[in-house]
């Protein structure tokens, strides 16, 4: 590993200075469960690690008055799945931190710093995309904030100049009434997914799909949103096979096997219905 120099900023203000000081040399480190991997194998070779660890803006969890979620970028998936949410999309949240490989990484890995890694395997890029989250990238040149689904690229490659910092990641306001399902392929309980398949579904009390968002990951470069899916069930009633309805359209819209650059990307197609039916049917199975 190459030598670096360590420092600990204890505010954004700080942490940005140090990176802008350090033109393209510095990165911030947050659990370090990629970025130290990446520099063993001499990938990364930053010459200044910026920890988040005192960073007060990039911590914590809270909701706005008007229902916006904020979470901090170096929320750990620990404190996240710890942490009780209210009924609606929000709650999938601890759900998906809660599935993440095993103790360790979730103690150690964070929201932001899976978003800033990009990896197509990883879960909390999609459960960003499916909600609809935006994120707010700070540097000393001021703040900006772009969809989740703007931010990143494609694997390992997102929107993040090297002099920002993923500060904090905002989640709209959601209804109580909308229930959610996430599901992913893997081989084992501690890897990360093959596929994977979320949605977010709300129904009025007359039992209408009133609103549905539903996404992949790992079957494309990045998350990627089941459109064709979502506009079938807008509309729909619960009494009909939502669940059916939506493993037909699965695949529709999603590039073939050979316009799509993903390993396995022929397998990932066609396991993708199956995973979109059982999240379909989670959300919306046992709706009065
Ligand atoms: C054995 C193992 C299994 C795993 N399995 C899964 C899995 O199944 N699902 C899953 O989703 N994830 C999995 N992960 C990844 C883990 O969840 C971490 O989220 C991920 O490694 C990155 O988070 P981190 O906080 O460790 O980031 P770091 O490793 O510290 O940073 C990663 C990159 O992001 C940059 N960065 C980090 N935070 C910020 C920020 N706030 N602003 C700007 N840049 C930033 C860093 O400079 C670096 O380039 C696994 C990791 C390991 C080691």
Redesign the pocket.
Known sequence: MKPFRYVRPGSLEEATAVLAGNAGDA????????????MKDRR?RPSVLVS?QDVPE?RGICYADDGTLTLG??T??WTLHTHDLPKGAHAILPEIAGD???VP?RR???????L??A?P????PLAAVLGDAELELASSRGTRRLAAADFLHGPRKTD?APD????RIHFPASAPTVRSGFVKH?LRR????IASAGCLIDVDAAGRVVAANVACGAVCPVPTRLTAVEEALVGRGVEEDLAAMARSRASDGLPDELANPMIMAGYKRDVLPVLVYRVVAAATNGRD
């Not at 659990?31 to 990446?38: E, M």
């Not at 395997?121 to 909390?124: C, E, I, L």
């Open positions: 990165c911030v480190i947050a659990g370090g469960q990629s970025l130290l991997l990446g990364e988040l990039t970028a170096a750990t998936y993440i490989a095993d990484v150690m890995g964070t929201v932001g710093g899976a800033c890694q990896e395997a990883f879960d909390f993040l920002e910092v993923l500060a893997r501690f890897d990360s997914a």
